[in-house]
C-alpha cells in the first residue's frame, strides 16, 4: 500500500483562540470565502491525504458536521486533546500520523511531502526555521539581556510520526507539552527536523489573517499564470458522462447507498450489477468519453458475472491508468449527483477524497455537489439517483 493510504492527519482545532478577537474561534472564522480549517484541510487534501481526522471543542461540533469529516472532542490541553485524537485512530492504527495545528492553513504540499519523506528513516520528524534575528530578555518595556541563538528553531507543524511510537508517547506522558515533539523526545524518540516555510505561519492576531489573505491570492493567481502557459501548448480533452440507478427494496434499520466511493447512510441502497455507485459511474464514463474509448460496459460488460457486486473503484481506477498510459494527467473532474435524499452535502469532502485517491489526483482537482430536480421526474419521486460528470485531461 502507498504511504499516502497508511498516512492518517489530525488536525487539532479545539481551542478558543482568544489573542485573535471576534465571535468566533480563529479555526472557524472566515478566510478568503471559507472557514480557515476549511483552508486547512485542502492543504492536506492536495496532497493526497484522505484520512483526516478532526479535534474539536463540542460547541463547534454542527459547524464540524459540515465539512464532513471524522471528529472527536478535544481536551483540556492540546496534549489531551491529540490523545484523544490518537486512541480514536488506534481502532484502525495507520502506519503514520501528521499532527498539525487547524490555524495553520497554508502549509504547501512540498513541505507535507518532506515530512512524510524524512519519515521513511526515523521515528518523528517536524518543520522548523532556524533563527535568524537577535534575541533579546526584556521586563518593563527594556531590554534586560541577550539570548544566544545559536541552534535555535521556530517550530512549526505538520509534525510527524510512526503511530505506534506517538501513541505510546502520549500514553506515557499524562502532562500539558509545547506540542508533540516535546512528548516524542521525552519518550526517547529521535526527531529530525525538515526545512520549513515562511509562509506556514500560524494564525494568532487580526494582522496574521490579512497576511494569510495576501498569500492565497497570490497563490491562486501564480496558478492561474501556470495553468495558462501550459495549457496553451497541450491537448485539451474534455468527456461528460450520464448514469441512473434506481433504488432497491427499503431495508428495515436502513442500509447505506455507495456514492463516490462513500458510505451514505439510507434507508433504500441503489441497485445495480456492480455496487451501483451512480457517481463513479458517471465519471468513469467522463473519462473514458475525453479518450473516446467508450463507456463502462465496453469494457466491464455487464453480462459477464465477474463483476456482479464489484467494487466501482475498479471501473475508475482502470480509467485512470488508461488516461496515464496515452500520456494525459487529469486536471479536473467535476461530480453532481441528482436527489431528493439522501443530503450529499455533508459527505462531499469525504467523496473529493475518495475519488481523488483512486485516481491518484490531488483532491483540489475533483469536485463533487448535488442538486435536486424539485420534486420533478424520478428523482423528485426518490425512485433513484441521477449522475452527471465531467472530466477534463491534458496531454503535454
Known sequence: MSILSQTAVILVA??????????????WQDLAGQPVLAHTIAAFQAAGLGRILLVIHPDDESRARALGLPFVPGGDSRAASVRAALEALAADPPERVLIHDGA??????????RVLA??????AAAPALAVTDALWRGAGGKVTGTQPRDGLWRAQTPQGFRFDAILSAHRQHPAEAADDVEIARAAGLDVAIVEGEEENLKLTYPADFTRAGVILAQRAAAHSTS???????MDIRTGNGFDVHRFGPEVAGGTDCVLCGVKVPHGRGLAGHSDADVGMHALTDAIYGALAEGDIGQHFPPSDPQWKGADSAIFLRHAAELARSRGF?????????????????PHTIAMRAALA???GVEAGRVSVKATTSERLGFTGREEGIAAIATATLVQA
Do not use: F, N
Open 357 to 359: 485517491e483512486i485516481m
Open 118 to 123: 524524512a519519515l521513511s528513516a526515523t521515528p
Open 104 to 113: 495553520r492553513p497554508l502549509a504547501s504540499v512540498a513541505l507535507i511531502r
Open 329 to 345: 494527467r487529469l486536471t479536473h473532474a467535476d461530480v453532481t449527483l441528482i436527489c431528493e435524499y439522501p443530503k450529499i452535502g
Open 227 to 233: 495553468a495558462h502557459r501550459q495549457e496553451s501548448a
Open 14 to 27: 479545539a481551542g478558543r483562540g482568544t489573542r485573535m478577537g471576534g465571535e468566533l474561534p480563529k479555526q
